[in-house]
């Protein structure tokens, strides 16, 4: 079974900054990567699938790159609307897995 | 618009069955490509995807879970229902429904129901 971790688990950026997380999976999930954010108190809402293709109403400081086994998502310019935890989730395999989370904070 | 709601009981006994229903509109789960599907997640926890039923009855469960876990769907009254047998404490989790709609084998899920937190405690 494929292995979804994510790092660092928690980042602490200043509003304005530029945020990085990372994802990896344990084997390639080719291009079969989707990210979310979820808030506190709230279900997670979908940011990007297929690696780096952004959903419906995301905007566009939002990006994901990669593919295989290391995928990126790159908040361009955090607002203080994007402070949250981020999921990373393959489906290139069976079951689907979620990574551990990043907890993107106020620095 | 799509919207999907949990509903089911907030707390259960050890050892009892679990029945969760989501009911949704803006999508029919007898369109091609459409799937339900189920994700939990314990208090601090990370997610952790369950079950899910595509359009054609097609069914996909997590292997860890799969000898407790029956997903079924109502297309008639927008409903999908997921049971857990032989509950237990460390089941104590926010219970997610979610849609998809990219067909068989790319399964991402947009959007997710609001929640439902079940608490197992005897």
């Known amino acids: 079974e494929i292995v979804m971790t994510q790092s660092p688990a928690t980042l602490s950026v200043s509003p304005g900054e530029r945020a990085t997380l990372s994802c990896r999976a344990s084997?390639?999930?080719?291009?079969?990567l989707a990210w979310y954010q979820q808030k506190p108190g709230q279900a997670p809402r979908l940011l990007i699938y297929?690696?780096?293709t952004r959903a419906t109403g995301i905007p566009a400081r939002f990006s994901g790159s990669g593919s295989g086994t290391e995928f990126t998502l790159t908040i361009s310019s955090l607002q203080s609307e994007d402070f949250a935890v981020y999921y990373c989730?393959?489906?290139?395999?069976?079951?689907?897995?979620f990574g551990g989370g990043t907890k993107v904070e106020i620095k | 618009q799509i919207t999907l709601k949990e509903s089911g009981p907030t707390l259960v006994k050890p050892t009892q069955t679990l029945t969760l229903t989501c009911t949704f509109s803006?999508?029919?789960?007898?369109?091609?490509?459409?799937?339900v599907g189920w994700i939990r997640q314990p208090p601090g926890k990370a997610l952790e995807w369950l079950a899910l039923?595509?359009?054609?009855?097609?069914?996909r469960y997590s292997p860890s879970l799969k000898s407790r876990l029956t997903i079924t769907k109502d297309t008639s009254k927008n409903q999908v229902v997921l049971t857990m047998t032989n509950m237990d404490p460390v089941d104590t989790a926010t219970y997610y429904c979610?849609?998809?709609?990219?067909?068989?084998?790319?399964?991402?899920?947009?959007?997710w129901g609001q929640g439902t937190l079940v608490t197992v405690s005897s």
């Open positions: 979610a849609h998809h709609s990219s067909g068989y084998h790319l399964v991402w899920f947009d959007p």
């Open positions: 803006g999508f029919s789960l007898s369109t091609s490509g459409v799937g």
């Open positions: 039923i595509y359009w054609d009855d097609d069914k």
């Open positions: 084997q390639s999930v080719s291009s079969n």
């Open positions: 297929g690696a780096s």
């Open positions: 989730q393959q489906y290139n395999n069976w079951p689907l897995l």
